[in-house]
């Protein structure tokens, strides 16, 4: 008997490899990092883990050149200048106060390489592995997917801040406009039409995400230099209350959910309605989410940053 189960041992360890063996979740984070401060959390906590490996930050809407100096800082803060950050296309959105903690800060970390030449390089030299992880409009994932869309099937997933499948911004029916999508609802209809699979962490899994000031005192009790370059944002900001949309998305994509899935179909209506209609599922919409729960963990994960 001892040794049927030793033989058994033996062949799970040969089928199943030890978990430091797993290749750890490939990421591209695009953001509008520097309007609603959420995107500084969301950064802080997906460039900290050590879980993952962050192939390069991608900025979309507005100054997009501006938001790469706003992330590339922060990155820079956090020890990261590993992580390339690429500027996206621009339009004539202006950039807000939280620019002003990073305005003329160059890194090597800049890259002159455009955000969709950067997104299909990487997804090329990795693919079936690469998770796009937007945060904001979905411009640069719409025109990677309009200019090179061979790179569609090597992408491995789109974990997507964004749109609401059944409520609106406060938490109940009936869904309305989300931000994201109403800032550039063409690209958001070319990626919700592409074939690629799909996570959106919208209104219904991200609006109820208020990070209280009792939270927010435990957070800054971790004294540690991106818990503080944060705090500094949040000032700049001009709200006492964050809600933490975009770590919502970063979590997921990182294996950690907080929210139930389900399947939906996704037609982008109007000035960017995500309309959920009959037809065969092209997302998985996250639903009914862990609100304390998730906030906990966020701020028990932050306790890990540099």
């Not at 025109?143 to 491995?156: A, G, R, S």
């Not at 005192?217 to 705090?231: E, L, Q, W």
């Not at 982008?268 to 609100?291: D, S």
């Amino acid at each position: 008997m001892q040794t049927t189960w030793l033989l058994a041992a033996m062949l799970i360890a040969a089928v199943v490899p030890p978990m430091a063996a797993r290749p750890f979740p490939k990421i591209i984070l695009d953001t509008d990092i520097g309007d609603d401060v959420d995107d500084a959390y969301a950064l802080g906590l997906l460039a900290s883990r050590k879980d993952v490996r962050l192939l390069g930050v991608t900025t979309a809407f507005g100054d997009t050149a501006k938001r790469a100096e706003l992330a590339a800082k922060l990155l820079s803060v956090m020890g990261r200048k590993d992580v390339p950050v690429c500027a996206g296309r621009p339009n004539d959105k202006k950039i807000g106060r939280q620019h002003e903690w990073a305005k003329g800060f160059r890194s090597r970390s800049m890259l002159k390489m455009g955000a969709v030449a950067f997104m299909k390089r990487e997804i090329e030299r990795h693919p079936g592995e690469v998770t796009i992880v937007p945060i904001g409009a979905l411009t640069n994932v719409g025109d990677l997917l309009v200019q090179h869309p061979e790179v569609k099937p090597k992408i491995k997933r789109i974990v997507m801040m964004g749109g609401a499948a059944f409520v609106g911004y406060g938490n109940k029916p009936p869904a309305e406009i989300e931000w994201n999508i109403r800032c550039d609802p063409a690209a958001a209809r070319t990626v919700f039409e592409s074939g690629v699979p799909i996570v959106m962490a919208g209104l219904d899994a991200t609006t109820v995400m208020q990070l209280d000031a009792e939270r927010q005192k435990r957070m800054a009790a971790h004294g540690t230099r991106t818990t503080d370059a944060i705090a500094a944002l949040r000032e700049l900001w001009g709200n006492p209350t964050p809600t933490l949309y975009d770590p919502v998305a970063v979590a997921y994509a990182c294996g950690h959910a907080f929210a139930d899935e389900r399947p939906v179909h996704i037609r982008i209506e109007g000035e960017g309605m995500t309309r959920v209609v009959e037809g065969p599922p092209n997302a998985i919409a996250l639903v009914h989410p862990r609100k304390e729960e998730f906030l906990d963990w966020y701020v028990e994960a932050m306790r890990a940053t540099p």
